[in-house]
């Protein structure tokens, strides 16, 4: 099992398990026997106001703070970093670029584009036209040539709403790809869906067997097998990522991995390259 995890929440973006405090993090993940891990919780970003989505720019200092001294009084039992999850857009570079900085680690997880009005599109129960999913490639390869982040997280949530994978859903996957290979970042299987369609049906969680949890693998939306066969072909590396936001998912990082392989397809899981530590 991997013995780290770079995608980690809090109660703070409001959609996160609110009674789990930072430390109750941690000692699951000491409990799990993990060896390193990283805050990465949805950034504060002064161009997105929507409710119960990211902490508020008042709430960063306390966060960056609660993490270092958790930093401190663990040091000898798990490595803790520091980080944001951030989505770019035009207009927030000098507002990522600054938030790299206070932090160790920044993960991209580009989850909206501008539409032509300017008002964030989201995958969230909206379609993309061909072109918006152009723009969203090219919004993560913006973000890489900015040296804004230090993972690619979840890269085909793009495909969520896709019943179909087509010469443009194929496309968009090789733009992706080539951005990760050109500057050298690495993908992430997210394996949060996977927990959210199987394991915690709605809004409670329920440890199936594997056996039991194999019977709803259809209701996962990524990842995509599609796209990590395309992945799979390319000089990239690759990492799993919990994206915790429940304790249980934390508890199952095992199970969410073995399920995710199978989805994916052992003969691709052979192919990708992944990695030891970040």
């Given at each position: 099992m991997q013995n780290f995890n770079y995608h980690s929440h809090t109660y703070r973006c409001g959609h996160a398990d609110l009674d789990m405090k930072d430390e109750d993090y941690i000692k699951e993940y000491i409990k799990l026997g993990i060896k390193k891990m990283a805050f990465t919780d949805h950034s504060p970003l002064i161009l997105d106001k929507r409710p119960n989505i990211r902490m508020d720019y008042s709430e960063k200092d306390?966060?960056?703070?609660?993490?270092?001294?958790?930093?401190?009084?663990?040091?000898?039992?798990?490595?803790?970093?520091?980080?944001?999850?951030?989505?770019?857009?035009?207009?927030?570079?000098?507002?990522?670029?600054?938030?790299?900085?206070?932090?160790?680690?920044i993960i991209l997880g580009q989850h909206f584009i501008y539409d032509d009005d300017k008002n964030l599109k989201t995958f969230r129960n909206n379609n993309f036209s061909d072109s918006e999913l152009i723009k969203y490639a090219q919004y993560i390869d913006k973000a890489l040539e900015l040296g804004i982040p230090d993972i690619i997280a979840h890269p085909d949530l793009f495909l969520k709403n896709s019943k179909t994978f087509n010469q443009m859903e194929s496309e968009i996957s090789h733009m992706i790809c080539k951005s990760a290979e050109k500057y050298d970042i690495p993908l992430e299987i997210n394996l949060s869906d996977v927990f959210e369609k199987i394991f915690y049906r709605d809004g409670k969680f329920n440890d199936l067997s594997i056996s039991e949890a194999r019977k709803e693998i259809n209701n996962v939306r990524y990842p995509n097998a599609n796209f990590w066969k395309i992945a799979s072909n390319y000089n990239v590396k690759v990492l799993y990522g919990i994206d915790a936001h429940h304790e249980g998912q934390i508890m199952l990082f095992d199970k969410l991995i073995q399920l995710s392989n199978e989805i994916i397809g052992n003969d691709t899981i052979k192919k990708l390259q992944f990695i030891n530590e970040l």
């Open positions: 306390e966060y960056l703070n609660s993490i270092t001294k958790l930093k401190q009084k663990y040091n000898n039992k798990i490595e803790i970093e520091t980080g944001f999850e951030v989505e770019y857009l035009p207009g927030e570079e000098k507002n990522l670029l600054i938030l790299k900085s206070e932090t160790d680690k």
